[in-house]
């Protein structure tokens, strides 16, 4: 358990609505993700964040945008919600163990986009 | 840019049987690790395994094991004396590990296969 929680854990919602999905983690780990899943393409990563106010792109940000203005939250936006959006959504986070940096996910949170 | 491939769609084993999951990677890099995640049906992505490609020696976990071809870029996970709670999507990943401790972090980010459902018969 990485202490990582994800909310909501289901929501739909209709094309054209702004969507938030937060993050959250007890830890104090400086770097967190968020990736979808969909399938046939495993998992990709949106965005991700290596600090306070630090975030950088992922391979599939069209249309994401993320926020972290503390520690322990990080916040994935979908300004405005279209069909191709709806997938499952991972949160991740980094934790040095043996050595060297692994990714310890959340439950994730299942978006349904009409 | 790195891309890793799973082969097997779906597999399938009798329980206390042994299966292998293949999984290869196409780098460019010398220094990366590997890692094997397990899904079951809960959704939760959940650590089975990981290696470091500097190291020779293949990592082993309980029942699972890896076998590290480097020079092939192959990555197989081996799964001993079935369960049926191993029954789930596997995901291979890829890291490299250029510029370790730059602050920016992408070199943290993971390259995921598209997955392996194996099913465990009783």
């Known amino acids: 358990d990485a202490g990582i929680t994800q909310s909501p854990r289901h929501k739909v919602t209709e094309t054209g609505t702004p969507v938030t999905l937060r993050c959250h983690q007890t830890e104090n780990h400086r770097y967190m993700y968020w990736y979808r899943q969909d399938p046939g393409h495993g998992l990709r990563l949106i965005h991700y964040s290596y600090g306070v106010k630090d975030t950088d792109k992922g391979e599939v940000s069209d249309g994401y945008s993320v926020s972290r203005s503390k520690t322990e939250d990080f916040l994935l936006t979908l300004e405005s919600a279209t069909s191709s959006q709806t997938s499952v959504y991972f949160c991740a986070i980094s934790r040095t163990s043996g050595g060297y940096e692994t990714q310890y996910f959340g439950p994730g949170t299942r978006l349904l986009v009409l | 840019a790195q891309t890793v491939t799973q082969s097997q769609p779906e597999m399938s084993v009798q329980e206390a049987e042994t299966v292998t999951l293949s999984c290869t990677y196409d780098t460019s890099e010398s220094d990366y690790y590997l890692f094997w995640y397990k899904q079951p049906p809960s959704r939760q992505m959940i650590l089975v395994i990981r290696?470091?490609?500097?190291?020779?020696q293949n990592a082993t976990e309980n029942r699972f094991s890896v076998n590290f071809q480097k020079a092939a870029k192959s990555f197989s996970l081996k799964i001993s004396d079935s369960q049926l709670g191993d029954a789930a999507m596997y995901f291979c990943a890829y890291r490299s590990a250029a510029g370790q401790g730059y602050s920016g972090g992408s070199n943290y980010k993971l390259t995921f296969g598209k997955g392996t459902l194996l099913t465990v018969n009783p």
């Open positions: 290696q470091e490609a500097y190291k020779q």
